[in-house]
Each structure stands twice: as C-alpha cells, then as structure tokens.
C-alpha cells in the first residue's frame, strides 16, 4: 500500500517528521545531510535511535540486496573502476585502449543497466535502436561491452554500489524482509527505477512517499513524472 503526501512547506515535512513513531518507521532521504540533520532531531526525541530508522536510499538498497544476495560484495566506485580497467585491459580490444575507457564503460553501465537486467532489455535496445540509426554503431558496441561487463561482475560476485538499485531491482525484492513500514523523502532525486522498487515493495509492505509540491516543482520534469506513476 502505498500513501501519496504532498509536502509544499519544510514545516509540513518537520510536522510529519515529529508524528512519525520510528521504533515503527524507516525514513529513507536521498542524501547524508538530511540523513544526519533528522537523526540529529530525533536524538532530541529519543536517545536509543535504532540504526535502521533513517537510512539513505543507497543504504537501504544495499541492506535489502545483500539480505537477497549475501554471497555478493559491495564495490565502491573507485575499486569499480581498477576492477573494470584490469578486465577491460584483458580483453584486448583495439576501441577501448584509451586511458579513461573505464570511465566510459562505468557511464554506460550505469545508464544500460536497467535495460541489461529486464527481461526485455534487448528487445527495447532494439527498438530505440530502429528508431535512431544515427546512434546504431556507438550504442550498439557500448551495450555489448556492458552486457559482458555485467557477466563478469555477476560471476565475480561484485556489485558496484552505484548500481545497487539496479541489481535489485532483478531479485524478488517483494519477499525481502524488513519489520519497519517506509517513508520515502527523496524530493526531486527519485529516480524512475526508485519508483519501481518502492512499488514492489508496497505488495507487503505500507509505504508513505513524500510528494514535493512547490511553484517549481514542475521543472524537475523527470522527479515529476516519477510521482505521476505513484498515482
């Protein structure tokens, strides 16, 4: 189940904030600042603060993808980077010898990777594909390379953490386990694949989603539009 907020003033959310039992709650933001600025408000409150009870959306994802995939470790982005340097430099290839080729594969990955871990994902490729033949040989070469990368980080058993609401958005994250209802305070850095976990998670969980509503709301056009789908 999911409750749809709207939030036009900071005071609102500080009312709500202060209604909210988080003996009961995880609060999830988007990043450390609001992260320690609520923590901070609600030692004020309660001096016994449970770890779980305002964590980063980042956070979280890696709580629930490792309680799905224990076996998996964590990269930060720059062992990603070395990691991906060592195997691309492996592989020989005459098109990604220049020194920031790591850089672009991680880009690309980053962005591919919804597209890789659907069922579907090449079927689309494909159809954007057809549509623009302009971008055929530069998107079609980058899109093998990451699908090998991601084999290859999937049979190492590494995830880039930059990647984790990606990778778990292929697991069965309705069934992960988590004894707290969510509210999901990420203003206008939701992503459109946030959305889709948030929703699985609501067929077992109850989830309050926080909805920015101000004069300028409308110019964050994607944050926008990932609200839209919550109705």
């Not at 609600?42 to 770890?51: G, I």
């Not at 195997?87 to 290839?93: D, E, F, G, P, Y």
Request: with cysteine; charged share 25%.
């Amino acid at each position: 189940m999911i409750d749809l907020h709207p939030v036009g003033h900071l005071a609102v959310k500080e009312k709500f904030f202060s209604q909210t039992s988080l003996s009961k709650t995880t609060w999830v933001v988007s990043d450390l600042k609001s992260k320690l600025e609520l923590q901070t408000r609600a030692l004020k409150q309660n001096p016994f603060l449970e770890n779980d009870s305002v964590l980063r959306a980042r956070e979280l994802w890696r709580k629930l993808f490792l309680r799905q995939a224990p076996e998996y470790q964590i990269l930060s982005s720059d062992l990603a980077h070395v990691l991906l340097g060592h195997w691309l430099h492996s592989l020989k290839l005459e098109w990604v010898r220049s020194s920031d080729s790591q850089s672009t594969l991680l880009v690309y990955l980053d962005q591919l990777l919804p597209l890789l871990v659907h069922e579907s994902g090449e079927e689309l490729l494909v159809d954007w594909l057809n549509d623009h033949p302009q971008s055929q040989i530069r998107w079609r070469s980058w899109y093998e390379l990451a699908k090998r990368a991601w084999q290859y980080l999937n049979e190492m058993k590494m995830i880039p953490e930059s990647m984790l609401a990606a990778a778990l958005s292929a697991t069965d994250v309705e069934s992960a386990q988590w004894s707290k209802d969510f509210v999901f305070d990420l203003g206008s850095e939701i992503s459109p694949l946030e959305v889709d976990l948030i929703r699985r998670l609501s067929e077992k969980h109850h989830i309050t989603v926080l909805k920015p509503e101000t004069p300028w709301t409308s110019q964050f056009v994607t944050s926008h539009a990932c609200y839209e789908r919550f109705k």
